[in-house]
């Protein structure tokens, strides 16, 4: 890849990011999968529409190349003014530990199941992944109990996603959180208040 290349990579970015200021939530947030080559091209294009911090996905182990391999990717996350700090009240480390998805991969840039539901526990309800491929972020969706709407250009793997979300269970709760301020009403009538 050379510089004008990347220009034209760039100029793909502000396009696709102007759709996402216009479609997100004021509280709305994306994570968008990038490599050393590509992240500063990712990073121009949201400036000054998001808020951005740099994730680290660890895989746990080395790929290909040379004396220096890579044993992780890079994740962009992009906010919008209005999305909170702490959206579930956690903070989390800069840097996340999961194995890539092995030989069953169905897709070649496929991601695993748990490293998007970490991601997506800080997102709102209705998420919205307009690169499907195999449809991992909708599994996690589904597991998560939260709406996903998914786009694919390519009809096999939009197939392959469908049956794969389709398939999924969604994780049971063991437990219910009441609100706030049902569980204050609760503790006064328990009390006799």
């Not at 991969?105 to 491929?133: M, N, S, W, Y």
Request: glycine residues 8%.
């Amino acid at each position: 890849i050379n510089v004008g290349d990347l220009s034209l990579i760039e100029s793909a970015f502000r396009a696709m990011f102007t759709e996402f200021n216009r479609i997100l939530k004021p509280t709305g947030r994306f994570f968008m999968f990038c490599d050393s080559t590509s992240y500063p091209v990712i990073f121009r294009a949201a400036y000054g529409k998001f808020s951005t911090a740099l994730l680290v996905w660890n895989k746990g182990r080395i790929g290909m190349g040379r004396e220096f391999r890579k044993s992780h990717e890079l994740i962009m996350h992009c906010w919008k003014p209005d999305t909170p700090i702490f959206a579930d009240g956690v903070g989390r480390p800069d840097i996340l530990d999961c194995k890539p998805v092995g030989d069953e991969r169905e897709h070649p840039a496929q991601k695993p199941v748990e490293l998007l539901k970490q991601l997506l526990l800080v997102c709102g309800e209705t998420i919205f992944d307009p690169f499907a491929g195999s449809g991992s972020t909708g599994v996690a969706c589904k597991e998560l109990g939260k709406d996903f709407i998914g786009c694919e250009i390519d009809e096999t793997y939009c197939s392959n996603a469908n049956r794969r979300i389709e398939s999924t269970e969604p994780q049971r709760q063991l437990f219910t959180q009441m609100p706030t301020n049902e569980r204050q009403d609760s503790m006064f009538k328990e009390n006799g208040s």
